[in-house]
C-alpha cells in the first residue's frame, strides 16, 4: 500500500450537492433556496433572535436576575436546635417532626451557632465544617 492509493471508508464522505447546475439536478434555478425572499439572497440573513420586527422573546420576557427558586425551601439549623430532637438518629423528617424546619423544606443544613452537648448522628444533612467539628467534637458523627 501506498499513500498514493489511500482512500476513506466507503461511506464515511459524503459527496456535497452541486446547486445550480440546470434542471435535471433537482437543485437548479432557485437552488433549493425556495422562492425569493430574504433567505434566497446571497449573505441575506438576520441575527439570531431576528423576529421580523416583532418584539424579540428575550424583550418580552421579564428580568429575573439571580434570585434562586430554592433558596427559600433549604432550611438553616442551630446546633442548639438538634437537642430538641429526642432520638440520636437525625434526618430531615426528623426535622420536619420537631418543628425545627418548615414542613416544605426539601433540604436542610446545620450551621455552627450555639452549642451541642449529646452525641448525634445525621444523616442526608448537609453541615459545615465549623458544625460537623462541633458534632464529633461531642460525640456524635455525619452519614452522607
Known amino acids: 500500500m501506498r499513500l498514493n492509493e489511500l482512500k476513506p471508508a466507503a461511506g464515511s464522505r ?9 434542471p435535471g439536478s ?4 432557485t437552488a433549493g433556496r425556495g ?8 449573505g441575506g440573513y438576520h441575527k439570531v433572535g ?22 427559600r425551601r433549604v432550611a ?16 430531615l423528617t ?3 417532626v420537631a418543628g425545627v424546619v418548615n414542613r416544605n423544606a426539601i433540604r436542610a443544613k446545620v450551621i455552627a451557632s450555639g452549642k451541642i452537648e449529646r452525641a448525634v448522628v445525621l444523616r442526608g444533612v448537609g453541615v459545615t465544617r465549623g ?3 462541633a458534632i464529633e467534637q461531642a460525640g456524635g458523627r455525619v452519614e452522607a
Request: glycine content about 12%; hydrophobic content about 30%.
Open 14 to 22: 459524503t459527496v456535497p450537492k452541486r446547486v445550480g447546475r440546470g
Open 26 to 29: 433537482n437543485l437548479g434555478k
Open 35 to 42: 422562492m425569493n425572499g430574504q433567505k434566497a439572497r446571497s
Open 50 to 71: 431576528f423576529e421580523g420586527g416583532q418584539m424579540p422573546l428575550q424583550r418580552r420576557l421579564p428580568k429575573r436576575g439571580f434570585r434562586s427558586l430554592t433558596r
Open 76 to 91: 438553616e439549623v442551630r446546633l442548639h436546635e438538634l437537642s430538641l430532637i429526642e432520638s440520636g438518629d437525625i434526618d
Open 94 to 96: 426528623a426535622l420536619k
Open 131 to 133: 458544625a460537623r467539628a
